[in-house]
């Protein structure tokens, strides 16, 4: 297994970069499986999407809370009566009744009590 050799400078400087991973690995002369290796060995910060957009430009606005309430209800719309149901009460659980236990002198005897 070749050691990988790698300008830690520049690794440093192009990290914060917008470039893709498959950019950056070629800017370093090195395979793009090996940058994870690399951000590992140097503690280096997630990459995040948001310096791709800033490459391209593009924006990532996150919805407000009356979107995202308008967006529930456009989902929730869409629901059938099952399925609101299931949704708002979720998985029915069986009836549970708490064990009765009867003491007699030292011996101990176990009884169940159903109402049902």
Known sequence: MQKLKVDVVEL???WRSPLRNDELAD??????GSLHYLASRYKLPKRT????AKRTGAKR????PQEIAERAA??????????????????????????AYA???RDVAFVEINLD
Request: glycine letters at 4%; charged letters at 35%; a positive charge.
């Open 12 to 14: 440093f400087r192009l």
């Open 27 to 32: 800017a370093l002369g090195c395979p793009r």
């Open 49 to 52: 999407p948001e310096k791709w």
């Open 61 to 64: 606005e996150l919805p407000t």
């Open 74 to 99: 456009a989902i929730r719309a869409t629901w059938s009566e099952e399925e609101k149901e299931r949704r708002t009460v979720g998985k029915r659980m069986k009836s549970w009744q708490m064990p």
């Open 103 to 105: 003491f007699a002198r």
